[in-house]
């Protein structure tokens, strides 16, 4: 697999027993091509979650 942006920092969970948001902004994530990418969240090196991202050409979301 190939890394298109690694983002590293701390973040501080109210209750760690339940559900918590997180919202990184992310700029300027250059994609090779079209297609489906697959997001990973990793803590200490270690996957805890993931979700898909539809990457479409940009031409396409000016339409949107």
């Given at each position: 697999s190939q890394v298109i942006l690694?983002?590293?920092?701390?973040?501080?969970?109210?209750?760690?027993?339940?559900?918590?948001?997180?919202?990184?902004?992310?700029?300027?994530?250059?994609?090779?091509?079209?297609?489906?990418?697959?997001?990973?969240?990793n803590i200490g090196g270690v996957p805890v979650g993931s979700r898909l991202l539809e990457v479409i050409p940009q031409s396409q979301t000016a339409m949107s």
């Open positions: 690694g983002i590293n920092g701390k973040v501080k969970a109210d209750d760690r027993n339940k559900v918590n948001e997180f919202i990184f902004p992310i700029q300027r994530a250059i994609f090779p091509s079209p297609g489906t990418y697959t997001l990973t969240f």
